[in-house]
């Protein structure tokens, strides 16, 4: 069992930045790969960064490349979402996730209770 802690959402002007927190706790020696997700009112749930491969690998959706950046402290069990240049489509609930990574995609697990990103114009 892994319980994840998402914070740091806030509503900021269009060109601003965030900085997205996750804290893991309990059994993480289950879990070797942790990431964030959104999802607007709406619309699908989407991936959008995540992190493995004790942080020496990463993967980012085409529209947040150059713009978000996804770290981790494996001593703290924590990862993080530095968000810049956000723009209005980057308005969702984000969330945290950890799970599992072999050699396809990952298979997330354990999910954060969101954190709300609103950018206005």
């Known amino acids: 069992q892994v319980q994840l802690v998402d914070s740091g959402g806030d509503s900021v002007q269009d060109g601003g930045s965030l900085r997205l927190s996750c804290v893991a706790s309990?059994?993480?020696?289950?879990?070797?790969?942790m990431g964030w997700f959104r999802q607007a009112p709406g619309k699908e749930r989407e991936s959008v960064a995540f992190?493995?491969?004790?942080?020496?690998?990463?993967f980012y959706t085409d529209s947040v490349k150059g713009r978000f950046t996804i770290s981790q402290d494996n001593a703290k069990n924590a990862v993080y979402l530095q968000m810049t240049s956000l723009k209005p489509e980057d308005t969702a609930m984000y969330y945290c996730?950890?799970?599992?990574?072999?050699?396809?995609?990952?298979?997330?697990?354990?999910w954060g209770q969101g954190t709300q990103v609103t950018v206005s114009s």
């Open positions: 309990g059994d993480t020696d289950s879990v070797n790969c």
């Open positions: 996730t950890a799970g599992v990574i072999g050699r396809g995609p990952p298979s997330w697990t354990y």
């Open positions: 992190i493995y491969g004790s942080g020496d690998m990463t």
